[in-house]
């Protein structure tokens, strides 16, 4: 599965290795080394991926992050340093799809851009299941254009937040465990210390419920993970 990649990285050896790395598998490649110039990219040439260093400079990694999450559903991978855990959790409260830490094995890369490039690819393709929620609340869960709808609102999803709730809705009443739902969202086994669970649970608990302190929707079973509420019989 190949895709257009976007690289927005400042230091030009790091951006010119990793292009020519992407290219050698078949990628089509593009590298920029601003926010200026990647908009120029996409606005005429829309990547699938966007390879995003989070430390650039001027409009860093995390702005670019949450300006493209309001309008654009193109997959995020952030490239970070190994003393910006902070950063990479905010960037994933941003919208960011994934992140790799340098100086990062490039075959994790490639096989990071794989799956996500597979979860955008799959999203909507799928019929909801027998019992799967599609409506709860004033929500209704468009899984085609992998969004959620009310009357007031639209809420875009990330390739995460949608295999998140996907796989939350399709199973109502059942506890997901950290470690499964790491699988899920593309994550891998989750390793110690790793919040992007969490994370993503509070990013759509913040897009779809009342109140994201006492949701009605997706609900923490302590010491087990997370279930979605099954719905009430009418």
């Known amino acids: 599965m190949t895709a257009h990649i976007l690289i927005v990285e400042d230091d030009r050896v790091t951006r010119m290795r990793l292009a020519g790395y992407l290219r050698g598998l ?3 490649v593009t590298e920029v080394e601003d926010a200026e110039a990647m908009q120029d990219v996409i606005d005429t040439d829309p990547p699938e991926i966007l390879l995003l260093d989070i430390g650039l400079e001027g409009k860093d990694g995390l702005t670019i992050t949450r300006e493209q999450r309001a309008k654009s559903r193109v997959g995020i991978i952030l490239l970070t340093s190994r003393d910006e855990q902070v950063d990479r959790i905010i960037g994933l409260e941003m919208g960011a799809d994934d992140y790799v830490t340098k100086p990062f094995d490039r075959r994790e890369l490639a096989a990071r851009i794989k799956n996500l490039l597979f ?10 299941t027998a019992g799967a929620v599609e409506d709860f609340g004033p929500w209704h869960f468009d899984r085609l254009r992998r969004r959620l709808v009310s009357a007031a609102r639209v809420e875009t999803l990330s390739a995460q937040e949608f295999d998140l709730l996907d796989a939350l809705t399709r199973n109502p009443g059942v506890t997901f465990g950290r470690p499964r739902l790491s699988e899920i969202v593309g994550r891998g086994d989750l390793r110690p210390g790793d919040r992007t669970i969490d994370v993503l649970v509070g990013r759509l608990r913040k ?3 009342a109140d994201p302190a006492r949701p009605d929707h997706i609900l923490t079973r302590m010491g087990e993970g997370y279930c979605f509420a099954a719905p009430v019989p009418g």
Request: no cysteine; glycine share 12%.
């Open 119 to 128: 979860r955008i690819t799959e999203i909507g393709r799928s019929a909801p």
């Open 26 to 28: 078949g990628h089509r």
């Open 207 to 209: 897009k779809l419920e």
